[in-house]
């Protein structure tokens, strides 16, 4: 064949044919530069009969520029780039786009060229300059990377390598990593881990598609029995990866890992360096790389020879994409598992109610840890009822949780205490006129962040000082904060406890892969006695010396509403109850609720999981929600609110009359404005027999809106705002 087809990394066009000059040798799933227009762009080439293109005459193809010297995609990865595209409704370029390195990447260059200090102050030092070298350190990385992380302009970074007190140093992509070793250290399993162990290493030796459920409770040692399966398709000589659903979680596994395997894993998050994602990138592709964990975005990169997929923390929605491309990592991970044909390991103390599903149904196998491992027992739950035992009037801790609180300091143990909300309080309101502050982009209250003295909406990001005098009323000293964040909560610890070590562990203080290993040692240390954290301290961790968990509000997950609320708030409230007592002394956990009686609080009391995933599935099953019907979200923004409305009328009108499909909506998004853009919603709900897809891509397919508009569609959607 003379002709190519091509899909080019732009999310706008079709693929399109080229003409294969002589000299190039191409191959479904090679890396190429092509022509467009006056612009060359880079694409993958792809089998013609499974990308549809218009005819172009032969003699009016231009010719293919370059061949990357990159490993072609292999089949069963373009397979699942079109499945996902499909599926998810996504340009088959949005999708590509992820499995490819930056364009700069693709080049082949095997060094990078980074920056770091030298030490040498030079001579005339300006503020901007002196900020820079204070916050850069010994951090060494692109101009780019320095300019960012020293919040300064890329011409600082320059002048300052001018100036001699900043060097270039040549860094290799190529140099290889450490190989895991398959028999560094395994531990000993107990009966159950070990029929566990058993089944996996079969799945992997097997090497043809099977998915898992690992069902354990919190400290059963699913990482344990999941290593080993790692440690078979080391011993194949093919490659694993591990999902993790938040790089928070990243630095503890590096560390377990070592100790079983004797080297790091190959790490892959949005907080890598350049150099460092290029030498992952290339690594992963030749193969070199055998052990690769990373956040989702790690599920579409081109493996050499994958052997094995874990996904930790499974029931996690944080696995769930919200923007670009709006996939749920752990269902595509199945899906690459089925095409590359290999094991795959949902792994989870609280499984998703979908994931649930398809064991009951036979289609994954579910293997049970049903107990602790060693001497730990799991902790007993009790409900502290705010009513009955309210806290001081401005206090959040009722006196109960204060009294554990205290018999734990005294016996020198640790004690958690979960809110999951960062900053100190999340509204902030005039005392004096009522006047509210809210975000000016969003529809949302701007969080009051004490410790840096800011006022943040969570949404997009907006900062403002907190200001002396209300803007309405021009009332000096009038702003007063409304409910509690983690801050706030850790000020009532010091004032309570005036001589605990207190930490709070949110993203704002914990934003990196070091501040979590700082946090991590200061806990095994014994140098902090009381934490006070959100979601990021509930899952993970293993602190043997924490018996104390108290969770401020449980009612608070509840309060959203959503398909999902009663599941996650139960989720969460488990996984938090999970840190405590992990170790020889028993654990406590105290809820803090107004409701006592609701099934979500009454279920973790009487420790019933079963009895409360069975209810929830049955009103799921009655409501034919997921996983017994389908749902699609379709999001319509703009600037300009009448543009949002009409369009989404337009939808709406036109939606298309279906058996077993309805379409509610549209109706103005309950965050009805974000990053300064109107929002309208429409959720179309469907049988599993409806081909929803399908006709959502006809349906939208069909009709024209302004140019300022965007249409989204959220297929499975987790986030209803
Ligand atoms: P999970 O992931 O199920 O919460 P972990 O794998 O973190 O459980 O195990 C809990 C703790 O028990 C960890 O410190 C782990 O190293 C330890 N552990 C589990 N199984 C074993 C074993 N067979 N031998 C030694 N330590 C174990
Ligand atoms: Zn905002």
């Known amino acids: ?35 467009l227009g006056p612009r060359q762009v880079p694409g993958v080439v792809w089998e013609p009969d499974r990308a549809a293109t218009d005819d172009v005459e032969e003699k009016r193809l231009r010719p293919l520029l370059q061949i990357y010297d990159l490993p072609p995609l292999r089949e069963p990865l373009r397979r699942l780039v079109e499945w996902t595209s499909n599926y998810y409704l996504a340009p088959l370029a ?9 364009s700069s990447a693709l080049d082949g260059a095997r060094t990078v060229t980074e920056y770091r200090a030298t030490g040498r102050i030079p001579e005339r030092p300006t503020p901007q300059r002196r900020q820079a070298l204070e916050r850069l350190g010994d951090r060494q990385g692109l101009v780019r990377e320095l300019a960012l992380a020293a919040d300064v302009s890329d011409n600082v970074i320059r002048g300052l390598v001018k100036a001699g007190a900043i060097e270039s140093v040549e860094v290799s992509v190529d140099d290889p990593f450490p190989r895991p070793n398959p028999d560094h250290r395994p531990p000993r399993l107990e009966a159950a881990q070990r029929a566990a162990a058993r089944e996996f290493v079969g799945a ?29 398709s080391l011993r194949m000589g093919r490659q694993t990866l591990v999902l993790l659903p938040e790089i928070a979680l990243t630095e503890p596994f590096l560390k377990r890992f070592t100790v079983r395997f004797g080297c790091e894993p190959v790490a892959w998050h949005s907080g890598l360096r350049q150099s460092q994602r290029r030498r992952a990138w290339r690594a992963i592709a030749t193969g070199d790389a055998k052990v690769v964990v990373g956040a989702r975005s790690a599920l579409f990169l081109p493996y050499r020879d994958l052997g094995l997929i874990v996904v930790d923390e499974a029931h996690e929605t944080s696995f769930k994409q919200e923007d670009g491309v709006q996939y749920h990592a752990r269902d595509v991970a199945v899906m690459r598992a089925k095409l590359e044909k290999i094991a795959i390991v949902l792994a989870s103390a609280t499984p998703a109610i979908e994931t649930r599903h398809m064991a009951e149904i036979g289609v994954y196998r579910e293997i049970p840890l049903p107990d602790r491992y060693g001497a730990a027992e799991m902790p007993e739950i009790t409900a502290v009822d705010l009513i009955q035992d309210p806290p001081p009037r401005g206090r959040w801790l009722a006196p109960t949780l204060v009294r554990e609180i205290e018999a734990n300091l005294e016996r020198g143990e640790q004690s958690l205490l979960f809110l999951n909300r960062r900053g100190y309080a999340p509204l902030t309101l005039c005392r004096n006129c009522g006047h509210r502050f809210q975000c000016p982009n969003c529809t949302a209250w701007m969080v009051e962040h004490r410790l840096v003295h800011r006022l943040a909406c969570h949404h997009c990001g907006h900062m403002m000082p907190p200001p002396r005098a209300c803007p309405e009323c021009e009332e000096v000293d009038s702003l007063v904060p409304v409910g509690p964040g983690v801050e706030r909560i850790a000020d009532e610890v010091r004032a309570l406890f005036p001589d605990a070590r207190t930490a709070i562990v949110t993203s704002d203080t914990i934003w990196s892969p070091a501040k979590a290993a700082e946090f991590v040692g200061r806990m095994e240390a014994g140098a902090i006695d009381i934490v006070v954290g959100t979601q990021l301290v509930t899952k993970g961790y293993h602190f043997p010396n924490l018996t104390l968990v108290g969770v401020v509000d449980a009612d608070l997950g509840l309060s959203g509403g959503d398909l999902r609320a009663a599941e996650r708030s139960f989720q969460q409230i488990m996984q938090v109850s999970g840190r405590a007592g992990r170790g020889e002394k028993p654990g406590r956990v105290l809820v803090q609720t ?68 309805a379409v509610f909506g549209p109706a103005p998004a309950p965050l009805a404005m974000l990053r300064g853009r109107h929002r309208q919603r429409l959720l179309v709900h469907a049988l599993r027999s409806v081909p929803l897809q399908e006709i959502v891509r006809d349906w939208l397919g069909k009709l024209e809106w302004p140019r300022g508009v965007r249409v989204s569609v959220d297929v499975d959607p987790y986030s209803f705002l």
């Open 204 to 232: 992997v030796q097997a090497a043809e598609f099977a998915p898992f459920l690992l069902n354990g409770v919190t400290g059963s040692g699913k990482t344990e029995v999941y290593f080993e399966a790692v440690a078979e």
């Open 594 to 661: 107004h409701e006592p009686a609701a099934p979500v609080i009454s279920a973790l009391v009487r420790a019933d999981a079963e009895g409360f995933y069975e209810a929830e599935t049955d009103a799921r099953r009655e409501a034919a929600m997921p996983p017994f019907g389908r749902l699609a979200g379709i999001i319509v923004s703009a600037e300009d609110l009448a543009e949002a409305t009409e369009t989404a009328r337009l939808i709406g009108r036109t939606a298309p009359r279906i058996e077993n499909m």
């Open 1 to 35: 064949m003379n002709r190519a087809r091509v899909i080019l990394l732009n999310a706008a066009l079709g693929p399109l044919d080229y003409r294969i000059p002589k000299d190039l040798r191409v191959e479904p799933g090679s890396v190429v530069l092509a022509p």
């Open 94 to 102: 949005s999708v590509l786009r992820m499995t490819l390195p930056s």
